[in-house]
């Protein structure tokens, strides 16, 4: 929202719609309960300096008085993960945004921000004090921490989480599968990549994508690879498998002969055909499917989907078409559905300190929470907006307000006036940029001044305090953001394997376990 919208909302307000601010409780009666709690109203509109600071303010109070709390089973959950998406992220896009509509950007608001539920989400994993994404991703998806690396197996689990009898966390998609919902996965990197492996493999090394990089000592205890257990979810003994699975990653699905890395001989691609599935490689065949395909498997690309800068859309659908492709279809069982959607890639624009594309990412990544929003009932879809861990990546420097906030910081004009002022000099005199990163690898030169042009330039790379070949995650907490039924339980710090309890909560499970008589209720 705007802030010229905020404005409207507040100037719109009566005072019998905001009487339901502040409460002061009454004294005790002598007998019997006390009396009701006398309420201050809400001013409908003010006049003066700071008339719209208050009214903004009285706006976003009157949303959060008139917030429902749904309470009744969810029928559907998507969990909604954009990787390394940190507060600094989060800020910087939803200033990016508004900026790209010709706003100064800071009144901006991304549209899951306004859903109102929110908690800060620690991050760690079981053996880590920054995380990985398996670790984080296992924790979302199966209830338990895990150690850095781990793709849904228990913390220190090893060779013996391999093999038909082997005891790992129960996935929430098997979960699902087990109980008949549909279930789809969707992501913009590899589809054996960490987060969306979480959702159907078990293996201690999240490196283990395709047969060819198994150890021999992996193999002689009952591993598999990643791609293969999708493919093994057909005839599983969680279900049939998911329902849709869109995403890159065609490589480890396919023969090196047919430009891929597999070397046991197997087209996977084909297994999923010959079991009954749909494939297809690229925008225009997913755009061609009828709404009847059946279990549609898109590979977009050889590895990660390209960046939303640099996607052609005629080759790639965009992270919002996948989604809302995925609803659509998923919203057809009338025993509901379970949805992970993972925009991946604004992770490997932060390691590669490419603000720039870190934020276009993002913004792609909103755009696809919002199509999801959009197509589905609040009072029966549980919505979950969260990241798996964060980046070291800064906002900095005093610019002044509406600074484009991938250039060079321009502070205030002293005079307290619009007027243009100079970039801010660095100790070294010369200027930098608003975003920055800690680690990272690419660092202030010795000579030379950056402008404005080369920082605004998609390519460029903002610079770190700390040289490392790839910048790295960050250890502080992460927001989750939530809409629908239990939402409300998304609220203050809490620890990221309890998302995974809200979604089961929601569901009416007592956790991701195998449906049993009497053991699943709306409330445990």
Same mark, same amino acid.
């Given at each position: ?35 009701? /709690? ?67 950007? +800071?009144?901006?608001?991304? *549209? ?7 908690? !800060? ?82 293996? $201690?090394? /999240? ?29 599983? *003994? ?15 699905? !396919? ?60 080759? +790639? *659908? ?55 929003? +959009? ?24 610019? /002044? ?9 321009? $502070? ?12 801010? $000099? ?14 990272? $690898? ?7 001044? !950056? ?63 195998? *449906? ?9």
């Amino acid at each position: 929202m705007t802030f010229r919208a905020l404005l409207a909302a507040a100037s719109g307000l009566s005072l019998a719609a905001c009487s339901t601010l502040a409460t002061t409780p009454a004294p005790d009666a002598p007998d019997g309960p006390p009396p009701a /709690r006398t309420l201050a109203p809400i001013a409908a509109s003010h006049e003066g300096p700071g008339a719209d600071w208050r009214q903004i303010a009285d706006a976003e109070i009157t949303a959060r008085l008139n917030r429902p709390q749904r309470e009744g089973q969810a029928r559907n959950v998507i969990l909604f993960v954009a990787d390394g998406m940190s507060l600094a992220t989060i800020t910087a896009s939803r200033i990016l945004d508004g900026q790209q509509r010709g706003e100064t950007g +800071e009144e901006n608001y991304l *549209p899951f921000e306004e859903w109102g539920h929110s908690a !800060l989400i620690k991050t760690y994993n079981e053996n880590a004090q920054v995380a990985d994404s398996a670790g984080t991703a296992t924790a979302l998806l199966t209830g338990v921490k895990s150690h850095i690396g781990a793709i849904s197996v228990y913390a220190r689990q090893t060779l013996d989480s391999c093999g038909p009898d082997a005891d790992v966390p129960m996935t929430t998609l098997e979960a699902a599968e087990s109980r008949g919902l549909s279930t789809g996965i969707v992501s913009t990197a590899r589809i054996t990549h960490a987060t969306p492996a979480t959702a159907y493999a078990h293996v $201690p090394l /999240r490196d283990w994508e395709v047969d060819a990089v198994l150890p021999e000592a992996a193999v002689a205890a009952g591993c598999t690879d990643i791609a293969s257990q999708l493919i093994a979810t057909l005839d599983g *003994p969680y279900g049939d498998g998911p329902e849709l699975v869109l995403g890159g990653g065609r490589a480890a699905f !396919l023969t090196a002969d047919a430009g891929g890395q597999r070397q046991d001989g197997r087209d996977l691609t084909s297994e999923w055909v010959a079991a009954g599935g749909s494939y297809v490689e690229d925008a225009a065949g997913l755009r061609a499917l009828p709404l009847d395909a059946p279990r549609p498997l898109g590979l977009f690309s050889r590895s990660h989907m390209a960046y939303e800068h640099d996607r052609i859309d005629a080759e +790639e *659908p965009s992270v919002e078409e996948m989604t809302r492709f995925a609803v659509e279809r998923l919203s057809r069982d009338e025993d509901g559905f379970f949805l992970l959607v993972e925009s991946g890639r604004v992770d490997h624009a932060h390691h590669g300190s490419n603000a720039h594309r870190a934020l276009t990412d993002a913004l792609a990544f909103s755009r696809a929470v919002e199509a999801a929003a +959009e197509m589905t009932d609040p009072d029966e879809t549980l919505i979950l907006v969260t990241a798996d861990h964060g980046h070291v990546f800064s906002i900095a420097g005093y610019p /002044r307000r509406g600074n484009p906030i991938l250039g060079l910081v321009h $502070p205030p004009a002293p005079d307290l006036t619009d007027d243009p002022t100079p970039p801010s $000099p660095a100790q070294d005199g010369r200027p930098y940029t608003t975003l920055g990163y800690y680690t990272g $690898p690419h660092q202030r030169p010795e000579e030379g001044a !950056l402008t404005q042009e080369q920082a605004l330039d998609p390519d460029y790379r903002q610079e770190s305090a700390v040289p490392m070949g790839s910048e790295t995650h960050s250890g502080e907490d992460v927001i989750a953001f939530a809409r629908g039924p239990w939402a409300h339980l998304v609220d203050g710090t809490m620890e990221q394997n309890t998302l995974n309890r809200i979604i089961t909560f929601a569901y009416g499970w007592p956790g991701n376990t195998p *449906p049993e008589t009497g053991a699943d209720a709306a409330a445990d």
